[in-house]
């Protein structure tokens, strides 16, 4: 076994590696951008080496110098996680080349699974069921064209190279084909340096099922049966469940044993992902093989009882198979839920900021958190905005999937969006409990999946007005006394009572309160109608009774602005403070980023005429392509960023005038 190995990533996979290297007495060597100088992963390592800039391809990506770096630290192998290098045929031959092993498999194994096109014609060979589709190698556009009629549609446009729903575009008609390979051959060149496609016929009801696979260099594979990561947003999985449901002991036998010989057929050693199609008529087609460990792990780990990380770590090393096929055997149900920084009511786009507040559940053996970040962390527009994997265990799947909400329910965070109350949303939905599962499954169950706050408006603004009062209370306090008039919060004056007006900011909404504090409580006045309330504050925790009806939410109070927070829900609030300054000029047509990223195409410019829905700007954040298209026709009166320049959250990127401003454009 090793003694020192170099983890060559970051975030929660570098952490999850370093805990059980750890436990095996292996030292760690981790290496980090400038932006991730305070990392957990940093702090976690017997030692530590900078990269370079924050952008990737200046850090993360640079294979030459994370060798140079394994040489100089006398590390013995280097595990590459998941990302970044994980599946780079250059970087593990380079490891070989310089005698180090590669936590992963061999990289003539990589090569051949790297191009989804050749992957597939080496299934086909093997007598792996396939997708119908083309994956040759002439990728001139009018090919392509022609071969996606043949396919028919809808179909699916894929990276050769991706991976993580990059370089992929589901086209409906020939219509959108053109303009669908462009976007997806330049984002997958910017995220791969490979813009090739590949095309398969799109399944309507697919459902994404996957076997874990090791091999040893001694010949042995074996299945870890398997998961089932039907629910996608932008084809990247959201919750992923081990076993899948109600998959038969039959086909999850054909489907582990054509998994097996996949890996074989490409002589494959260590762990190893395939990827089918499962169709409703319990058809199955293979999809694409991943050579790394995947995200979604964890799930397999808690229904098998096996460390993967620990069996990568004992195959690298040239040992054998921890267990033959007979001896694998699961237990119970596990689900693994994705804590990202993302907007899902504004189409999951990523999100940027602090961890100003962050209170994952309590761990257990059945409840896992698997993070890379802690509290005060910055989510960076570089890198993946996961903040947290996780995974819950128990008996059964009804079980398991109660304990996931539960434990979503108690996941608080405050600072940025994040996804966690549409996670609770679909970890409670009746057709998730019936596991009525497909690909589509997010779209289908919109209203289920984003319904109305659950938090009452009205006791929102109440508590919020409680919870201002009460932490003022706790810092003007000297000495704690609840007795002393300087405690009190309402202008105390000598033989007279005062209501104190409050102004809460909601939004664009202003609600006015009028407070008077009592003995024991407050008597506030809110839209006409009076309630009488008794509150404390114990750190986070608000305990609360309105007119006798008592409950307890968690807060968190960053000067004027308050997020509430109760199972999974968010209510957001500031003490209204009147600003003067600019008037916002911007036209009902002024177009804003969505986001923090960069600018990888300006389409339009001044002067032009562009319809409805035309692409203006392409911008791109955490390598994914978002298209900013004209909300109406009109014409261009200016541009304001240029390919190449990243922009902020907000920013305005084209003014258009419209035909409320000039005449209809006869282009359009």
Same mark, same amino acid.
């Given at each position: 076994?090793?003694?020192?190995?170099?983890? #060559?990533?970051?975030?929660?996979?570098?952490?999850?590696?370093?805990?059980?290297?750890?436990?095996?007495?292996?030292?760690?060597?981790?290496?980090?951008?400038?932006?991730?100088?305070? =990392?957990?992963?940093?702090?976690?390592?017997?030692?530590?080496?900078?990269?370079?800039? #924050?952008?990737?391809?200046?850090?993360?990506?640079?294979?030459?110098?994370?060798?140079?770096?394994?040489?100089?630290?006398? =590390?013995?192998?280097?595990?590459?996680?998941?990302?970044?290098?994980?599946?780079?045929?250059? @970087?593990?031959?380079?490891?070989?080349?310089?005698?180090?092993?590669?936590?992963?498999?061999?990289?003539?194994?990589?090569?051949?699974?790297?191009?989804?096109?050749?992957?597939?014609?080496?299934?086909?060979?093997?007598?792996?069921?396939?997708? /119908?589709?083309?994956?040759?190698?002439?990728?001139?556009?009018?090919?392509?064209?022609?071969?996606?009629?043949? !396919?028919?549609?809808?179909?699916?446009?894929?990276?050769?190279?991706?991976?993580?729903?990059?370089?992929?575009?589901?086209?409906?008609?020939?219509?959108?084909?053109?303009?669908?390979?462009? $976007?997806? !051959?330049?984002?997958?060149?910017?995220?791969?340096?490979?813009?090739?496609?590949?095309?398969?016929?799109?399944?309507?009801?697919?459902?994404?099922?996957?076997?874990?696979?090791? !091999?040893?260099?001694?010949?042995?594979?074996?299945?870890?049966?398997?998961?089932?990561?039907?629910?996608?947003?932008?084809?990247?999985?959201?919750?992923?469940?081990?076993?899948?449901?109600?998959?038969?002991?039959? *086909?999850?036998?054909?489907?582990?044993?054509?998994?097996?010989?996949?890996?074989?057929?490409?002589?494959?050693?260590?762990?190893? *992902?395939?990827?089918?199609?499962?169709?409703?008529?319990?058809?199955?087609?293979?999809?694409?093989?991943? *050579?790394?460990?995947?995200?979604?792990?964890?799930?397999?780990?808690?229904?098998?009882?096996?460390?993967?990380?620990?069996?990568?770590?004992?195959?690298?090393?040239?040992?054998?198979? /921890?267990?033959?096929?007979?001896?694998?055997?699961?237990?119970?149900?596990? @689900?693994?839920?994705?804590?990202?920084?993302?907007?899902?009511?504004?189409?999951? +786009?990523?999100?940027?900021?602090?961890?100003?507040?962050?209170?994952?559940?309590?761990?257990?053996?059945?409840?896992?958190?698997?993070?890379?970040?802690?509290?005060?962390?910055?989510?960076?527009?570089?890198?993946?905005?996961?903040?947290?994997?996780?995974?819950?265990?128990?008996?059964?799947?009804?079980? =398991?999937?109660?304990?996931?909400?539960?434990?979503?329910?108690?996941?608080?965070?405050?600072?940025?969006?994040?996804?966690?109350?549409?996670?609770?949303?679909? #970890? +409670?939905?009746?057709? @998730?409990?019936? =596991?009525?599962?497909?690909?589509?499954?997010?779209?289908?169950?919109?209203?289920?999946? @984003?319904?109305?706050?659950?938090?009452? /408006?009205?006791?929102?603004?109440?508590?919020?007005?409680?919870?201002?009062?009460?932490?003022?209370?706790?810092?003007?306090?000297?000495?704690?006394?609840?007795?002393?008039?300087?405690?009190?919060?309402? $202008?105390?004056?000598?033989?007279?009572?005062?209501?104190?007006?409050?102004?809460?900011? !909601?939004?664009?909404?202003?609600?006015?309160?009028?407070?008077?504090?009592?003995?024991?409580?407050?008597?506030?006045?809110?839209?006409?109608?009076?309630?009488?309330?008794?509150? $404390? +504050?114990?750190?986070?925790?608000?305990?609360?009774?309105?007119?006798?009806?008592?409950?307890?939410?968690?807060?968190?109070?960053?000067?004027?602005?308050?997020?509430?927070?109760?199972?999974?829900?968010?209510?957001?609030?500031?003490?209204?403070?009147?600003?003067?300054?600019?008037?916002?000029?911007?036209?009902?047509? $002024?177009?804003?980023?969505?986001?923090?990223?960069?600018?990888?195409?300006?389409?339009v410019e001044p002067g032009q005429t562009v319809c409805k829905g035309d692409t203006l700007v392409v911008m791109e954040a955490m390598k994914m392509e978002h298209s900013i298209r004209a909300p109406k026709d009109g014409v261009v009166s200016a541009v304001y960023f240029a390919e190449g320049e990243l922009v902020g959250d907000g920013a305005e990127l084209v003014s258009l005038e419209t035909e409320a401003q000039t005449a209809t454009p006869e282009a359009c």
């Amino acid at each position: 076994m090793f003694n020192k190995i170099l983890i #060559a990533n970051r975030g929660e996979i570098a952490c999850r590696v370093i805990k059980t290297a750890h436990r095996l007495g292996i030292r760690c060597v981790a290496v980090y951008s400038e932006a991730d100088i305070n =990392a957990r992963h940093v702090a976690m390592a017997d030692e530590a080496f900078l990269l370079g800039p #924050a952008p990737s391809s200046e850090s993360y990506l640079r294979a030459d110098k994370i060798i140079e770096i394994a040489k100089q630290s006398g =590390a013995q192998a280097i595990h590459p996680g998941y990302g970044f290098l994980s599946e780079n045929t250059a @970087f593990a031959r380079a490891c070989e080349d310089n005698g180090i092993a590669f936590i992963g498999p061999p990289a003539s194994a990589i090569a051949a699974m790297g191009s989804k096109s050749a992957a597939k014609a080496i299934m086909q060979d093997a007598g792996v069921p396939l997708v /119908p589709g083309y994956h040759g190698d002439d990728q001139t556009p009018a090919v392509l064209k022609k071969e996606a009629e043949k !396919c028919g549609f809808p179909l699916l446009l894929k990276a050769v190279a991706g991976g993580g729903g990059k370089g992929m575009r589901v086209v409906e008609s020939l219509a959108e084909f053109d303009e669908a390979l462009t $976007s997806a !051959c330049r984002e997958a060149k910017n995220a791969f340096g490979n813009p090739d496609m590949l095309i398969e016929r799109y399944l309507t009801q697919p459902r994404h099922v996957e076997i874990q696979v090791f !091999c040893d260099s001694q010949g042995n594979g074996v299945y870890l049966a398997e998961r089932d990561c039907s629910v996608q947003r932008r084809h990247q999985k959201v919750i992923e469940e081990a076993p899948a449901p109600g998959l038969s002991d039959a *086909t999850r036998k054909a489907m582990g044993e054509a998994a097996v010989l996949a890996a074989q057929a490409i002589d494959y050693v260590g762990a190893g *992902t395939v990827e089918f199609l499962y169709d409703v008529d319990g058809s199955f087609f293979f999809m694409e093989m991943n *050579t790394r460990l995947q995200v979604e792990h964890p799930v397999t780990e808690m229904i098998t009882g096996q460390d993967l990380v620990h069996w990568q770590l004992l195959i690298a090393a040239g040992e054998p198979l /921890p267990l033959l096929q007979h001896e694998i055997s699961i237990n119970g149900h596990a @689900f693994e839920a994705r804590i990202y920084a993302e907007d899902p009511d504004n189409d999951f +786009l990523p999100a940027t900021g602090r961890l100003s507040y962050l209170r994952p559940p309590t761990e257990s053996p059945d409840v896992r958190v698997d993070t890379g970040v802690i509290e005060g962390d910055e989510v960076s527009v570089y890198y993946d905005p996961m903040i947290a994997k996780l995974i819950v265990w128990d008996d059964n799947r009804e079980r =398991a999937l109660a304990r996931l909400a539960k434990a979503l329910g108690e996941y608080r965070i405050a600072g940025l969006k994040t996804n966690v109350r549409f996670l609770r949303n679909l #970890a +409670l939905a009746a057709p @998730f409990k019936a =596991a009525d599962l497909d690909t589509g499954f997010i779209d289908k169950h919109q209203a289920l999946l @984003f319904p109305p706050a659950k938090l009452d /408006p009205t006791e929102s603004l109440l508590m919020a007005a409680c919870f201002f009062l009460e932490s003022d209370k706790a810092g003007l306090r000297g000495g704690n006394d609840p007795h002393s008039p300087f405690a009190r919060q309402n $202008s105390w004056r000598l033989n007279s009572s005062f209501a104190r007006p409050m102004q809460l900011a !909601c939004g664009d909404q202003l609600h006015n309160l009028s407070i008077l504090e009592q003995d024991g409580g407050y008597e506030i006045t809110l839209d006409g109608a009076r309630y009488k309330v008794a509150a $404390s +504050l114990n750190g986070d925790t608000l305990n609360i009774i309105i007119n006798g009806h008592r409950r307890t939410v968690y807060g968190y109070r960053n000067q004027a602005q308050l997020t509430l927070m109760d199972q999974g829900e968010q209510f957001v609030c500031q003490l209204h403070v009147e600003r003067f300054g600019a008037a916002d000029h911007h036209t009902e047509a $002024s177009l804003t980023a969505p986001m923090n990223g960069a600018v990888v195409a300006v389409l339009v410019e001044p002067g032009q005429t562009v319809c409805k829905g035309d692409t203006l700007v392409v911008m791109e954040a955490m390598k994914m392509e978002h298209s900013i298209r004209a909300p109406k026709d009109g014409v261009v009166s200016a541009v304001y960023f240029a390919e190449g320049e990243l922009v902020g959250d907000g920013a305005e990127l084209v003014s258009l005038e419209t035909e409320a401003q000039t005449a209809t454009p006869e282009a359009c």
